[in-house]
């Protein structure tokens, strides 16, 4: 008799198994195509880009060719400025959402703040363009 109840309890629990893997497959589907794709959001914008994030620009370094124009994106609620160390540019102050534009001519190393919170830093590293 014990053999019997070992072999009903192999059985069920085959079938629970495979009725579990048959039940989970078309959810499964559904989920991988409804995947949100960000990369293709980044890959959209043509001007290489810092974020302001966390009161932070992302990225902290950024390595561009001699005429490129960066454009800088304020994500916070709070405002900010890009303003370089040297006075060669100043955003003042943008908002949320807001997006301002600069075009970086001459090679050299920009570090650049935000005036209104001073310890918020990033370098802008302009290379001799290739052409
Ligand atoms: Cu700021």
């Not at 980044?42 to 902290?60: G, Q």
């Not at 301002?100 to 935000?114: D, E, N, S, V």
């Amino acid at each position: 008799m014990k053999y019997i109840s070992y072999l009903f309890l192999g059985l069920a629990s085959t079938i629970l198994v495979i009725v579990f893997s048959l039940s989970s497959c078309a959810p499964n589907r559904q989920s991988v195509t409804s995947t949100p794709q960000p990369q293709e959001i980044i890959a959209n914008t043509a001007n290489p880009t810092v974020k302001i994030v966390d009161f932070k620009y992302l990225p902290e370094n950024l390595d561009i060719a001699a005429g490129d124009t960066v454009q800088f994106v304020n994500q916070d609620e709070e405002p900010h400025t890009v303003t370089a160390k040297d006075g060669s540019f100043n955003s003042k102050g943008l908002d949320n959402a807001q997006v301002w534009k600069h075009t970086f001519t001459q090679p050299g190393t920009f570090p650049y703040l935000c005036s209104i919170h001073p310890y918020m830093k990033g370098t802008i590293t302009v290379n001799k363009s290739k052409k």
